[in-house]
């Protein structure tokens, strides 16, 4: 079983920068995609995702302010965020899969963006 924590959260007026971060842990797991999702009315919708070996892929929404990185050696991902927008706020999960597509979700973090 992996366990996804997530940190970095909070309260931040438009244009200013947070930093998530999201460690796993667990024992005896492999993962390849580590991401951030982000909550919307009905559905999570991606933000940014990261493969082991480094390949990237952003919402457009996103695109040029956020930027995803990883340390494989810590299991631990990171979501750089600027120029934050107030249409930004929500609640950031953090998302891990494996080789085998076992999906592991992160209980959440809270970004409020004030205008």
């Known amino acids: 079983q992996v366990q996804l924590v997530e940190s970095g959260g909070g309260l931040v007026p438009a244009g200013g920068s947070l930093r998530l971060s999201c460690a796993a842990s667990g024992s005896g797991f492999n993962i390849d995609t580590m991401g951030w999702y982000r909550q919307a009315p009905g559905q999570r919708e991606l933000v940014a995702a990261i493969t082991r070996g480094g390949n990237t892929v952003y919402a457009d929404s996103v695109k040029g302010r956020f930027t995803i990185s990883r340390d494989n050696a810590a299991n631990t991902v990171y979501l750089e965020m600027n120029s934050l927008k107030p249409e930004d706020t929500g609640r950031y999960y953090c998302?891990?899969?494996?080789?085998?597509?076992?999906?592991?979700w992160g209980k959440g973090t809270l970004i409020t963006v004030s205008s």
């Open positions: 998302h891990a899969r494996s080789p085998g597509y076992m999906d592991y």
